[in-house]
């Protein structure tokens, strides 16, 4: 298969625009001749149903939530990045357009992220005309701060609540279209299966999560925004509900599935306490800000309270390693740095399988260097919501952190439309793999779900309206009839298995093996054990899970049983992925390819490319086809934070 | 379904209405205490002040009228959204904490039905001759005095004006604090100003009214 | 690491047509790091196990920001941690043989749909009737040129910080959803942006919460006790204050609005 981007050639800053130009429009009488499914409420989601029922056509979203305004794009912390360059301090479009590349270790697509950077402006604009109250000054300007290390302030913030306010934005907007009909909203509900029709996108299968009754749904586009696999790993900052099965569903159709090893861990996570932990809680990356990073420097201090540690036994490891950056390298880097620190036994916090995994995060001269109240006023909310979890206070005891898995930056293969392989399938947000290459920049994943949501998609999408054949089928038609029985037939199979393990213990055990072997750290074996582990418990899984219950009834777990069954495949497809990458970059960190000093080492050479996954069939291994990626404008480097 | 909502249909209008018709109430019993404590200055002054209200003439209509319209408005709203409480939770809790609430505003319509009972007792006690009354004459307004006097010395009679003054005590505490939040006028740098004054006031009536009984049945007043 | 056990009296209920009784159950072993979520999926692995069908309720985010869960335990919603979601609240809230009744939202806007799994879709139809402002994709103009003073910007901020959860109706003593409806209003009534739109906002909103079958508002104020982000009833004084000023101002009758 060959992939093409079809992005435009030439100047990379009319790309857009020239490309906006040459597109087709659907006229304003027309679209209501249009249906277009939107699966997915999230930022993305949300904020392309909200635009497309604004414009006329005939719009069906569908969350599993109980409303659209809890997709979990709300739980984003810290900030949306926009190249505005309010505070004058040197940005601009080209800049943020430059450090996304090379944040991303050169792996995206130029044109993707130029487009992505240009656009940002006009998503601020959008969410302060919708009355998002993002944080001002005393003048009434807005406010910026710099975030991750960024060398400009180009955040955007609502309190440490961003991405709950920007969501909010686009519910709103979307309740009014819900409200005057244009867009139909079937919240409690999940996508099963993708219906295609002569090779097109033309519909879905969902099953209401209330009545348990399996439904087909056509239209003559489906946009999938459903956000990001990262509860592969089964303890992640993502919500309980995150799933893959809508993209995943996507790929065993035809759509190419793209890096999907590259997973980002978040290093300042709450660590895990105990056996029946069911979920990870990040704590903003601006804490790194003023907080000092450390471990024992002998193993037994380990179960020393941290203040009978003295200063000349702490081990300030970021502080040593990377003298320019210190505490605030990038996520990547301190993440795996941690690891290494466990590792090595000097690990604090409580034991959990025989480990202690955490090191300490600590205030305590930022308490002396700037007093408590300025301390209290920078991360106060940070500090309650630490103190509400673990017990502790981290005004007087330093906090323990620990990287957890957070983003995905793989997702569906698609072009510069957001079109995956499978045509009339655009995938929006978090679940392509378009901008972020190997590793995603703090603030930046508000801004490509808004960006997709609100300016990318609905031109591509009316583009494809435009110029596809329009062909009207109905739910006889018999491939509608096959993907609603293939539905029930699987429901059928995972109601009659009744075996003896529950749905969660098999998705904690495949988080287990896949954090080992394709979290922080990866290597060959680790890799091939990981495959193989991976597709003996999928083994078990069909033939001891139990579920109880009717498939006609609210049944919690036949949802998760359908939702962890594809984990179960993708988690292999991970796996496959990171050791067909035997170069670092990014998130994804290879030990075979390391720098003398420990760092990720690119190979240019043989792994600048997309590697995009086509699914073969059921316990076929999957083929790989790449996309050569260019780099006209920002010219590969390696990343130094020394 | 399309029909027109007016104010007094929604929630917000019915507690408005509450809220106002309360003011008025208030007022009244603002002045009726007022007007009562005269008492304490002897039978003519009380009596010259009961004669005077009735050389109000038109007047008095006016008043009497703008009561029992607020009145009937303020029971027949209560009555409404009672109703719309009750059914806006059709299954009650197995268990179910107060955090923050006072006794006084959970108990509004219990108070409120007792106050009512006793507004038509007060009324018989000292405008219908021969109703509720002890073994004594009842005189006419313009010796309103006499009635007081005795109407307060039997025993059970004034433990059931203490006992109520307290109802009513409760029922101010709650409405006269509440009525700023109900219309709107509240604001959190003179919310406790505002709650304070109303509140005192609250207080100021049931000790007032308390006194008129209490003295009338310590032989203070005779 | 310490761990205790609970007895749990937990509402079952199978469906809307159900009649729902309490159920009681024992929770062993359970670590005080748990969250009070984590306790009820260590107790359903139990129920699984047993063969019983494991407790539903709503949950998503599990770090008190997506507004999903939701249940009344020990008669308080959210329990008993001021500010804090059920799913924030912590075992070590409680202790070693402690009974703990566990309840869904109880309203009448709010139907159960399975033991604490209750339907807020009456607040999705209240933002839907007017809390937005209508800003048509890609037509707004650039964000500075409209100066907000960071005091109502603070104040707006404080109103949105507003989840949905629904805890306000589940403590008022007449399931009332003013406070919710109060901060949604409030939030975009005192910005700018909201202007334009204001009387027919406020008006709309109240109608459709009519509409809902919500009781009144007699200022108990337990809505703000209960509210996991301590939104403040101040916004329910702004919310009476709107409505009166939009009835003067109105120059068209308020329809009422269908459930």
Redesign the interface.
Known sequence: MDLQSKAPAGDIETRWSRHKFNMKLVNPANRHKYNVIVVGTGLAGG?LA??LG?QGYNVKAFCY????????S??AQGGINSA?N?PNDGDSVFRLFYDTVKGGDFRARESNVYRLAEVSV?I????????V??????????ANRSFGGAQVSRTFY??G?T???LL?GA???L??Q??AGTVE?F?RTEMLELIKVDGKARGIVTRNM?SGEIESHLADVVVLCTGGYGNVFFLS?N???CNATATWRAHRHGALFANPCYTQIHPTCIPV???????L??MSESLRNDGRVWVPKKKEDIQKSPADIPEEDRYYYLERIYPSFGNLVPRDIASRRAKEMCDQGLGVG?EVDGERRGVYLDFGDAVQRLGKKAVEERYGNLFE?YE????EDPYTTPMRIYPATHYTMGGLWVDYNLESTISGLFVGGEANFSDHGANRLGASALMQGLSDG??VL?ATVANYLATAEKVEIDQSHPEVQAAVQSVRDRMEKLLSINGER?V??FHRELGKIIWGYCGMARTKEGLETAIEKVKALRAEFWKNV?V??GSE?????LEKAGRVADFLELGELMCRDALMRSESCGGHFREESQTEEGEAKRDDENYQFVGAWEWQGEEQEQVLHKEALEFEYVKPSQRSYK | MNQALTFIDTTIGKKIVMALTGVVMFGFVLGHMAGNLQVFLGPDAYNAYAVGIHKLGPLLWLARGVLLLSLAMHIATAMQLVAQSAAARPVAYKVKKNNKTTFAALTMKYSGMWLLGVLLYHLAHFTFPGIAMGDYQHQHFSAVYTNVINGFSVPWVTALYIISMCFLGMHLFHGSYSLFQTVGLNNPLRNGTVKFIAQSFALLVTIGNILIPLSVLLGLVK | MSTINLVLHVWRQTGSDDKGSFETYQAKDVSEHSSFLEMLDQVNETLVADGTMPIAFDHDCREGICGSCGMVINGTPHGPQKATTTCQLHMRQFKDGDEVWIEPWRANAFPVVRDLVVDRGSFDRIIGAGGFVTARTGSAQDANALPIAKGIADQAMDAAACIGCGACVAACPNASAMLFTAAKAGHLNLLPQGQPEKESRTRNMVAQMEAEGFGHCTNHYECMDACPKGIDVEFIAKLNRDFVAATVTARAPLNTRAK
């Open positions: 904020a909200a635009t604004e939530q109980d409303s659209p305004r809890r997709a979990h709300i739980a505005k309010y006009n601020i604009d959008q969410c302060v005309s919708q009355g109250p993002f944080a001002r000054e005393y003048g009434g300007l807005l609502a309190r609540q991405g709950q306010q909010l519910y709103q907007s309740s009014k819900i409200d909203m919240p209330v900052t919500a309980m509900g306490s105990g056996e029946n932990q069911s979920k809680t990040l409580p919501m509400r979890i673990t017990g609100y300016f609905p529950s969660d213990s139990r109880l219950g009834e609210l049944n919690v777990s």
